[in-house]
């Protein structure tokens, strides 16, 4: 089988947005592939945070991914920083990316914004990203829109070390879906929903209960018209709506069209919101299973890093020997 793999920072709750952009994708599509996923601690250092969260944050995302239906018995999950392979290849990849093109990137003008005082974490995080994905032979990696670009610096990379070191890496492919890649935020249709926007009610979040979803997504932004149709450009908030509604629930977007033209937005939101309670509650109830018993979490993390660090050793005694680093044998 071909390898996935993805990651996920420890930052925050969990939205639906990456729910439905990314870790429902891993678990739809777990017996497609020999499965990897890691919950990323280095780069949630990029920016400020404080130490004492962040562990009980690893352990948390983590068991949201079992919760969502991750199985070790299909799939590696395990820590970034268990492994540190990952850091050292991060060097290596370093000194083949370009300044011009890290400088490029997206995210880094976005969490940059023009301040010479941004850490060169964020300037390093796609080399670091790269190397998480190079050192496992990745194949395909499963994620939302905003990380085109990062696996497209990751396919050059990976090409240069190529030619300049011989056949090495495999070049990856992105697996982005045509529909919830892009969850966009429920006060602002026209940014991405995301865990550090200030405004809580802009995303409905895993651990969200039923009261809250319900009141999230009957405040959430719409339009001035009274008609229930798919028009990314035009309406973008509803739009937005129903593509959460047709992954949850499963219909076409077409269907619910029809199934709500001529009524109005407070009965689609109402239906809405039972759809996406609905769809959480098991995941809901396994988290509260798993919070029971954190033991089992830490365990296949524990297992998850035996197993990684293996494939990251050996991979990485090919790389050292390609770029002529240490002793001769
Ligand atoms: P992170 O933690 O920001 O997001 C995790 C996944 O969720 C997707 N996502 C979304 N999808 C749809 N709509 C949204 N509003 C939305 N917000 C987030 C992201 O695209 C992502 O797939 N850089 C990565 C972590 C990473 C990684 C990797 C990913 C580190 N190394 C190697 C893949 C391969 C990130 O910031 O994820």
Known sequence: ??????????TGGIHIGNYLGAIRNWVLQQDQYDNMFCIVDLHAMTLPYDASELRPRTVEVASALLAAGIDPQRSILFVQSDVREHTELCWILGTLATYGELRRMTQFKEKSKGSERVGAGVFFYPVLQAADILLYDAAVVPVGEDQKQ??????DLAMRFNRTFGETFVVPEPDI?????????????????????????SRIELRDPPDVIRRKIRRAVTDSEAEVRFDEERKPAISNLLTIYSLFADVPIPELERRYAGKGYSEFKRDLAEVVI?????IQQRLDELAADPGIVIRTLRGGAARARELAVAKMAVVRDRCGLGLPP
Not at 150 to 155: A, D, F, G
Not at 180 to 197: E, F, Q, V
């Open 177 to 201: 879906k045509p529909a919830g890649a892009r969850i966009m935020s429920l006060t602002d249709p026209l940014k991405k929903m995301s865990k550090s926007d200030p405004d809580p009610e």
């Open 1 to 10: 089988k071909p390898r996935a793999f993805s990651g996920i920072q420890p």
């Open 278 to 282: 609905a769809g959480l509650q098991p």
């Open 150 to 155: 990062h696996i497209e610096l990751t396919r």
